[in-house]
C-alpha cells in the first residue's frame, strides 16, 4: 500500500507540515508519494527525511511538480 499526498500550490512550510501529519498515517515499511511545486520543498524534503529518519527513496522533477518517494521507517 502507498499513499499519495498532493501539497501542489502550497508554498514553505506547508508541504513539509502536511508531510509530517500524512506520513504518521501510512505503516510502517509502506510509502508516500508527495507532490509538490515549492522549489523549497526539494531541500525541505531531504532534510525532513533525514531529521525523521524516514528514507528519501526517489525525488524528481516533471516541469513545475517536484516528485518525492519517501519510506516510513519506525
Same mark, same amino acid.
Given at each position: 500500500?502507498? %499513499? +499519495?499526498?498532493?501539497?501542489?500550490?502550497?508554498?514553505?512550510?506547508?508541504?513539509?507540515?502536511? /508531510?509530517?501529519?500524512?506520513?504518521? @498515517?501510512?505503516?510502517?515499511?509502506?510509502?508516500?508519494?508527495?507532490? %509538490? +511545486?515549492?522549489?523549497?520543498?526539494?531541500?525541505?524534503?531531504?532534510?525532513?527525511?533525514?531529521? /525523521?529518519?524516514?528514507?528519501?527513496? @526517489?525525488?524528481?522533477?516533471?516541469?513545475?511538480?517536484?516528485?518525492?518517494?519517501?519510506?516510513?521507517?519506525?
Amino acid at each position: 500500500m502507498s %499513499a +499519495t499526498l498532493d501539497a501542489r500550490g502550497l508554498n514553505c512550510p506547508l508541504p513539509i507540515l502536511k /508531510t509530517k501529519k500524512a506520513i504518521k @498515517e501510512v505503516p510502517v515499511g509502506e510509502t508516500l508519494k508527495v507532490l %509538490a +511545486t515549492d522549489p523549497s520543498s526539494v531541500k525541505d524534503m531531504d532534510a525532513f527525511c533525514r531529521a /525523521t529518519g524516514n528514507e528519501l527513496m @526517489e525525488s524528481g522533477q516533471d516541469g513545475n511538480t517536484y516528485t518525492f518517494l519517501l519510506r516510513r521507517k519506525a
